[in-house]
Structures are given as structure tokens and as C-alpha cells.
């Protein structure tokens, strides 16, 4: 019986054949035309060919120029789709020297409520945030050596990507909390993690990174949610400068000065503390 549409069947030659075996073997699902090149020898213009026809016949959808994802064979001819874009965010930036951060890193520890629409990584190089298939994947410069409290997250059952542990989340917020929603939103999430934050970690956290404001809000946080000991943020108080800085960078520069921790409050510690009980 003829097909009443004139959709190409998702079948595989010889080479394709070998090409999905092989990634399948190594647990990689998106790959490149180099990995193609690699895996079966062929020069240029016959792996741009193949991977054209793989995509034709709903083997595999491109992702970007050059970056490809197979696609599961039990979704028949669908061309688009993306998988886990975790993994895709892993690819884009090349699966080293990076980890997924902020808000992102924030959904995975499950310190917010609602579900992120963009996926945030963290790289050494300045790069242009890219759309793909309605996901944006933004990325926010830091140096390398500043890569630590870092840790592994199985984003399928076979593959793993960099994250920022829970302790490291909360300090990359407090240092840019635009790519968090803002300080209150980061509040939430510090409360919703209180009981599992280790007090010890986020100090010396805080001191290697060594930004005056994040010392200021972490200490400041610390105290209204009382996470950790007295001793702890006396530690971070030790470090304090005589300058204040806003506790929201994104808001008005309004509010009280509260000079124990050199902030000014342009967020109330009454809204912070609503904003966690409701």
C-alpha cells in the first residue's frame, strides 16, 4: 500500500548505519561533520551529503551550522527536535570549559518554582546568545580560573553535564542576579535549599571569589534566613569594606543604608521575608 504523503521513510544505508551505531556507542546523541569525517572516513562533501540525507529522512535534525542531533527512532519522521537542551547547551559550548549557571543551575537544584525558558552557561569566552527551536541559550563570561564548586548532572541516562553545585549557584546569583530574576527570586530559592546549604562552603566560596557586594548580600541573607553560624558571618563581616552597594543591582538605588553589612535595602527585609512564607 502506497503512502498518502510524500514524507521520505526513515531508513539507513550502509553508512548511516555505521555512523548511528557508533555514536550510539559512545553515548552521543548530538554531534558534528567532523565526528561524521571522523567515524567513517569520508572527505567533506560526502559527509555534508549523508548528514543532508539523514536530516531529509528524519535520522537526524540539525540543531545549528554544523551541529546535528539524532533523532529517537520511535518519533518516525519528525525533524524537529532538539532532546535535552542541557545536552545541546553542553555541545554549544564545545562539552568543555563550561558549566550551566544561575537560573538554569537554580531549576536543576530545584530552587524555583517555575519552569526557566532560557538555558544559562557559564564560559571563559564572551559569546552571542543563540535560538534554538524557541530555547535560548544565553552565555555569561567568567574566567577560567574562577571554575570551581563545580559538579556533575546526569541530564539523560547517558550523558552528564557541568553544574554549578548549590553553594556556587547561590554566589553566582548574588553576583548577577539579572540572569536569576532579580535578588528576591534568589532569596526564594536560598530559602526553599536553606536546610540543605552548607554554610562552611558558601563562605569560602564568597571569600575566593572575593566581590565586595556578593560578600555584602550572602552575609546579609545569612542572617535574616539565620542559615549557618555566627562565626560564619563574621567571616564574611571581616571582609567588609567601608563602601555600600545596592542589595538588588537591577532595582532603583532607594531605601535604607543598614550599615552592619554596607547595603543599601532598595528590597525591604519585610518583603524578603513575605516573599518566602507565602
Same mark, same amino acid.
Given at each position: !500500500?502506497?503512502? @498518502?504523503?510524500?514524507?521520505?521513510?526513515? $531508513?539507513?544505508?550502509?553508512?548511516?548505519?555505521?555512523?548511528? /551505531? &557508533?555514536?550510539?556507542?559512545?553515548?552521543?546523541?548530538?554531534?558534528?561533520?567532523?565526528?561524521?569525517?571522523?567515524?567513517?572516513?569520508?572527505?567533506?562533501?560526502?559527509?555534508?551529503?549523508?548528514?543532508?540525507?539523514?536530516?531529509?529522512?528524519?535520522?537526524?535534525?540539525?540543531?545549528?551550522?554544523?551541529?546535528?542531533?539524532?533523532?529517537?527512532?520511535?518519533?518516525?519522521?519528525?525533524?524537529?527536535?532538539?532532546?535535552?537542551?542541557?545536552?545541546?547547551?553542553?555541545?554549544?559550548?564545545?562539552?568543555?570549559?563550561?558549566?550551566? &549557571?544561575?537560573?538554569?543551575? !537554580?531549576?536543576?537544584?530545584?530552587?524555583? $518554582?517555575?519552569?526557566?525558558?532560557?538555558?544559562?552557561?557559564?564560559?571563559?569566552?564572551?559569546?552571542?546568545?543563540?535560538?534554538?527551536?524557541?530555547?535560548?541559550?544565553?552565555?555569561?563570561?567568567?574566567?577560567?580560573?574562577?571554575?570551581?564548586? %563545580?559538579?556533575?548532572?546526569?541530564? /539523560?541516562?547517558?550523558?552528564?553535564?557541568?553544574?554549578?553545585?548549590?553553594?556556587? /549557584?547561590?554566589?553566582?546569583?548574588?553576583? !548577577?542576579?539579572?540572569?536569576?530574576?532579580?535578588? /528576591?527570586?534568589?532569596?526564594?530559592?536560598?530559602?526553599?535549599?536553606?536546610?540543605?546549604?552548607?554554610?562552611?562552603?558558601?563562605?569560602?566560596?564568597? %571569600?575566593?571569589?572575593?566581590?565586595?557586594?556578593?560578600?555584602?548580600?550572602?552575609?546579609?541573607?545569612?542572617?535574616?534566613?539565620?542559615?549557618?553560624?555566627?562565626?560564619?558571618?563574621?567571616?564574611?563581616?571581616?571582609?567588609?569594606?567601608?563602601?555600600?552597594?545596592?542589595?538588588?543591582?537591577?532595582?532603583?538605588?532607594?531605601? @535604607?543604608?543598614?550599615?552592619?553589612?554596607?547595603?543599601?535595602?532598595?528590597? &525591604?527585609?519585610?518583603?524578603?521575608?513575605? $516573599?518566602?512564607?507565602?
Amino acid at each position: !500500500m502506497a503512502l @498518502k504523503d510524500n514524507k521520505p521513510l526513515k $531508513t539507513l544505508g550502509p553508512q548511516a548505519a555505521q555512523l548511528v /551505531t &557508533s555514536l550510539h556507542e559512545d553515548n552521543r546523541a548530538v554531534f558534528r561533520l567532523d565526528d561524521v569525517q571522523r567515524i567513517l572516513g569520508l572527505q567533506e562533501p560526502s559527509t555534508r551529503s549523508l548528514v543532508r540525507k539523514l536530516v531529509n529522512r528524519g535520522v537526524a535534525a540539525r540543531l545549528k551550522p554544523g551541529l546535528f542531533i539524532l533523532v529517537p527512532f520511535e518519533l518516525g519522521r519528525e525533524r524537529e527536535y532538539m532532546g535535552s537542551p542541557l545536552i545541546v547547551a553542553r555541545e554549544l559550548a564545545g562539552g568543555k570549559d563550561y558549566y550551566l &549557571s544561575h537560573a538554569t543551575a !537554580m531549576e536543576i537544584h530545584c530552587m524555583v $518554582t517555575q519552569p526557566q525558558l532560557v538555558v544559562h552557561v557559564t564560559t571563559p569566552a564572551k559569546r552571542r546568545p543563540i535560538q534554538i527551536m524557541g530555547v535560548e541559550f544565553r552565555f555569561i563570561a567568567y574566567a577560567k580560573e574562577g571554575f570551581y564548586g %563545580l559538579m556533575d548532572h546526569w541530564a /539523560t541516562k547517558q550523558e552528564k553535564v557541568k553544574i554549578s553545585d548549590l553553594e556556587r /549557584t547561590v554566589l553566582d546569583g548574588l553576583r !548577577m542576579p539579572e540572569h536569576c530574576g532579580g535578588v /528576591t527570586e534568589l532569596a526564594k530559592g536560598i530559602w526553599i535549599k536553606k536546610q540543605d546549604l552548607n554554610d562552611g562552603k558558601l563562605v569560602d566560596y564568597a %571569600l575566593k571569589m572575593g566581590v565586595g557586594a556578593v560578600i555584602r548580600r550572602l552575609g546579609y541573607l545569612m542572617e535574616l534566613y539565620d542559615i549557618g553560624s555566627p562565626e560564619s558571618r563574621g567571616r564574611l563581616r571581616d571582609r567588609l569594606t567601608d563602601t555600600y552597594v545596592n542589595f538588588d543591582p537591577i532595582l532603583p538605588a532607594e531605601g @535604607k543604608y543598614l550599615r552592619k553589612w554596607r547595603l543599601r535595602l532598595n528590597v &525591604s527585609p519585610d518583603e524578603l521575608l513575605s $516573599t518566602v512564607r507565602t
